[in-house]
Each structure stands twice: as C-alpha cells, then as structure tokens.
C-alpha cells in the first residue's frame, strides 16, 4: 500500500514541504537537493539489512550484496578524493568527527581547532559538546584581513604542542592553505584532520583544493555541496585505516545505514561526472554573483570575499539590522538563509550580527548568474525593509514566480502517490 492510503498525516505534511522546498528560495549553505535516485536508493529495501562490519568481514549472514554496494561507495569515493582508505559508514558529519579523535587522540589530548565564531564547528571543541570534556581543544582566529593567522597558528602550535591541528570550517568563505598547514603540524610533530563537510563538492568538482592527499585524516558530510544523503564519511591514509574502522564500528555505532551507503554510491557515482564539474564551478561563480550585488549594496563581508560557495555578511554594522530581524524578514520573502555570529561577535548566539547564505541548492535548480543579481537585490530590499510586512509579501510572490521557471522533482507527489 501506498504511504497516502497508510497515513495520510505524514503524506500531507511531505507534501507540504516539497512545495516549500519547491516554492522557495533555498540559501542555507549546507543545503542541497539530491537527485531523483539517491532519494529512491535511501528508500530502498537496503534499509532492511544489518551489516555490522566491514564488507567482506560481517557479522550477520546474508551480506552479498550489501557488500558489493558499500564496496562501489568505498572504491568511487577513493577515486572521487584520491583517497588511500575510505570508511562511508558514519551515520553524519558529527559522528565522523567524533570516531577520528577516537582513532587517533587520548583523553586529555591537545587538539588547536578554529573559534566557532570565526567560522568552526561545533564539533571542533566548542565547550557545550562532549568532545570538549573529553580532549583539551585550543581555538584559533582569523586575522583583521579575515584569512587564517598561519603565523599565530604556527605560534601556538609551537607553545601548546598540539596532538592534532584541525581544519574545514562552516562558515568561513575562503581558501585553506593546507600545505602550509601541513607544514606547520610536521613542526611540531602533529596530526593533520581536515573536516570539509561544506565544501566536499567544491573539492569533488576539482574547483577547491584537495586536502585528502596532503593531511592525515579528512572527515565530511555527504549531503552539503556533495548532494548526496545525509550522511558522513572519513577518508585517510593507510596507517590509520585499522584505528578509523574499529573507533566507527564497534567504537562508536552498531550496524550501517546500508541503504544511505547505497545512496552515498551513487552520489559519488554522479560525483565523478563531467556535468559535477560544471556544477561546482557555476556554485562558485553564483556565490561572487551575489558577493557584487552585496558590495555595491554597502554591506560589509566577513573574511573579506569568498572563495567559495557562501558569503558571511554583517548585516548589524552595514544595515543595523540584527542577523535574527534579517533572517526573519528574508524568511517572510521565502527566501531561507541563517543568522550567524560574525568574528569576535559582540552579540548573542541568538541575535548574533551577521546571516550566513550560499549557493549549492541555487544552483542545482538551474540557477545562474542573472537570477543571482535579481535575488540578491531581492535580499537588500527585504533586508531594510525587514519591518514592511506588504513588502516582504511583494518580494515573496517575485520569488514564486522565479521558483516555478527552475522545477524541482518533477512530477514527485506523495497526495498523487507519483
Ligand atoms: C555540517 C558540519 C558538520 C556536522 O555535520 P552533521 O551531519 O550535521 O552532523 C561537521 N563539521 C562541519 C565543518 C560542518 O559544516
């Protein structure tokens, strides 16, 4: 039986959020929209299936083709990242991150991470996380020109003997330069770990730097600019595949998510086509598409341009608007971004100053420049006139009209059951 006929609750509430997914303007940097397959593959009958263990080596009878479909995720994203070892079972990003320092850190070891407010993760050691209890993480900044401080990072390096100097951030906008980074950790005799959960399609689309040949360890998500399922997936050299495999199974999971494996396949599959790369670099170009637009409308940007397919932009200083009355206002006009906390942030958390915004889901829809230039204008003015609610209405029904020329899932309907 259908799901519409087996419950039509959740149908109905599906329904409502592909046509929101549909109708509006998806800008939420880690954000994308699968392909077709990937979301048949995640509602496969590889659910039904445990596999704990590694293929070849399980512990449940009945895995032949389980392992023939984890093995192809395994060898395609080895080849996707020039990768020595792959393990694709991490259920996400943050459990990713959580079975490296597992595989590669004692309890009490000093890990230098970056400042979430300059663009880190939580999953670096910010305090409220368990991570944090469990390792001394160090945080270091950005300098005043919003790059990375290689000559400070290089400093504490030196004064804090660092276990492990951790990189790959969530709303930082530019470049890293891993080998000097590289550079920096042989000092000093550290590891390297590399967390490009947001710019894993960038580096995929060959548009970014590949730190998996350089560093230790890499972690990511599948689902950001990748466009796969969510998802994790740890990727590194040889001498640390047996460490990795045994902190992800039975460290810290029990049995993989076979049929997410099966959906991360065949991303990597698409992945590793021409049209990907083409992608990637009309994600790159769309985001400075909006970067100008921002800058002749006086705003100021974080880290001071991106190199990549978001921007960070202080909205309290170039507006004074605060990040939550922005994104707030921008939601009204259908347009989805996310408050942030700017460098050093002199607000909260939760009115920080700034909004955080990219171009992944954009541009999987069809999306170019052209509709760049028109939909950043679109977020000045729903910006400055966050308080007209017949204005954010006006904007709102422009975005419908844009939306409808880029389809999404065509012909999908739960209520038709399509
Ligand atoms: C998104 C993200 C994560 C966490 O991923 P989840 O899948 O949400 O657990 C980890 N690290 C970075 C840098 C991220 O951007």
Same mark, same amino acid.
């Given at each position: 039986m259908?799901?519409?006929?087996?419950d039509?609750?959740?149908?109905?509430y599906?329904?409502?959020?592909?046509?929101?997914?549909?109708?509006?303007?998806?800008?939420?940097?880690? /954000?994308?929209?699968?392909s077709r397959?990937?979301?048949?593959?995640?509602?496969?009958?590889a659910?039904?299936k445990?596999? /704990?263990? %590694?293929?070849?080596?399980?512990?449940?009878?009945?895995?032949?083709?389980?392992?023939?479909i984890?093995?192809?995720a395994?060898?395609?994203?080895?080849?996707?990242f020039d990768?020595?070892?792959?393990?694709?079972?991490p259920?996400?990003?943050?459990?990713?991150?959580?079975a490296v %320092?597992?595989?590669?850190?004692?309890?009490?070891?000093? *890990?230098?991470?970056?400042?979430?407010?300059?663009g880190?993760?939580?999953t670096?050691?910010?305090?409220v996380t368990?991570?944090?209890?469990i390792?001394?993480?160090?945080?270091?900044?950005?300098?005043?020109?919003?790059?990375?401080?290689l000559?400070?990072?290089?400093?504490?390096a030196?004064?804090?003997?660092?276990?492990?100097?951790?990189?790959?951030?969530?709303?930082y906008?530019?470049?890293?330069?891993?080998?000097a980074?590289?550079?920096?950790?042989?000092?000093?005799?550290a590891?390297?770990?590399?967390?490009?959960?947001h710019?894993?399609?960038?580096?995929?689309?060959?548009?970014m730097?590949n730190?998996?040949?350089?560093?230790? *360890?890499?972690?990511t998500?599948?689902?950001?600019?990748?466009?796969?399922?969510?998802?994790?997936?740890i990727l590194?050299?040889k001498?640390?595949?047996?460490?990795? #495999?045994?902190?992800?199974f039975p460290?810290?999971?029990?049995?993989?998510?076979?049929?997410?494996?099966?959906?991360?396949a065949?991303?990597?599959?698409e992945?590793?086509?021409?049209?990907?790369?083409v992608?990637?670099?009309?994600?790159?170009?769309?985001?400075?598409?909006?970067?100008v637009?921002?800058?002749?409308?006086?705003?100021?940007?974080?880290f001071?341009k991106?190199?990549?397919?978001?921007l960070l932009?202080?909205?309290m200083?170039?507006?004074?608007?605060?990040?939550?009355q922005? /994104?707030?206002?921008l939601?009204?006009?259908?347009?989805?971004?996310?408050?942030?906390?700017?460098?050093?942030?002199?607000?909260?958390p939760?009115?920080?100053?700034?909004?955080?915004?990219?171009?992944?889901?954009?541009?999987t829809r069809?999306?170019?420049?052209?509709?760049m230039?028109?939909?950043?204008?679109?977020?000045?003015?729903?910006?400055? #006139?966050?308080e007209?609610?017949?204005?954010?209405?006006a904007?709102r029904?422009?975005?419908?009209?844009?939306?409808?020329?880029?389809?999404?899932?065509?012909?999908?309907?739960?209520?038709?059951?399509?």
């Amino acid at each position: 039986m259908h799901i519409k006929q087996i419950d039509p609750d959740i149908t109905k509430y599906l329904e409502a959020e592909l046509n929101r997914q549909r109708e509006g303007l998806e800008m939420i940097p880690s /954000e994308n929209f699968t392909s077709r397959a990937v979301l048949e593959a995640l509602g496969s009958v590889a659910t039904n299936k445990y596999a /704990e263990g %590694y293929p070849g080596r399980r512990y449940y009878g009945g895995c032949e083709f389980i392992d023939k479909i984890e093995q192809l995720a395994i060898d395609r994203a080895k080849e996707l990242f020039d990768a020595e070892h792959v393990n694709v079972q991490p259920l996400s990003g943050a459990p990713a991150n959580i079975a490296v %320092y597992e595989a590669l850190l004692e309890p009490g070891d000093t *890990v230098l991470g970056m400042d979430l407010s300059h663009g880190g993760h939580l999953t670096h050691g910010h305090p409220v996380t368990q991570s944090a209890h469990i390792y001394n993480f160090i945080r270091y900044k950005t300098n005043t020109e919003g790059v990375i401080d290689l000559d400070n990072l290089r400093k504490m390096a030196l004064e804090h003997k660092p276990k492990m100097i951790l990189v790959g951030y969530s709303a930082y906008s530019r470049e890293i330069d891993f080998e000097a980074v590289k550079a920096i950790a042989n000092e000093v005799g550290a590891l390297t770990m590399a967390d490009i959960a947001h710019i894993a399609g960038l580096i995929a689309g060959g548009v970014m730097k590949n730190p998996v040949p350089i560093f230790d *360890v890499v972690t990511t998500t599948t689902h950001k600019s990748l466009r796969g399922p969510r998802g994790g997936m740890i990727l590194c050299k040889k001498q640390f595949a047996k460490a990795v #495999n045994k902190a992800v199974f039975p460290g810290l999971q029990g049995g993989p998510h076979e049929n997410v494996i099966a959906a991360k396949a065949i991303a990597f599959k698409e992945a590793l086509s021409p049209e990907f790369k083409v992608y990637a670099a009309q994600i790159k170009a769309n985001a400075k598409a909006l970067e100008v637009v921002f800058i002749e409308n006086g705003y100021n940007i974080m880290f001071g341009k991106t190199e990549n397919h978001l921007l960070l932009v202080d909205v309290m200083s170039s507006k004074n608007v605060t990040g939550q009355q922005a /994104e707030e206002a921008l939601d009204k006009a259908g347009i989805t971004v996310n408050k942030n906390m700017i460098p050093d942030d002199p607000r909260s958390p939760f009115d920080p100053s700034g909004i955080r915004f990219g171009t992944p889901a954009l541009t999987t829809r069809g999306m170019r420049e052209e509709e760049m230039k028109q939909i950043a204008g679109w977020m000045h003015e729903a910006i400055i #006139n966050h308080e007209d609610d017949a204005k954010l209405a006006a904007i709102r029904e422009d975005v419908k009209q844009l939306t409808a020329r880029f389809p999404l899932y065509e012909g999908l309907s739960y209520e038709r059951g399509e």
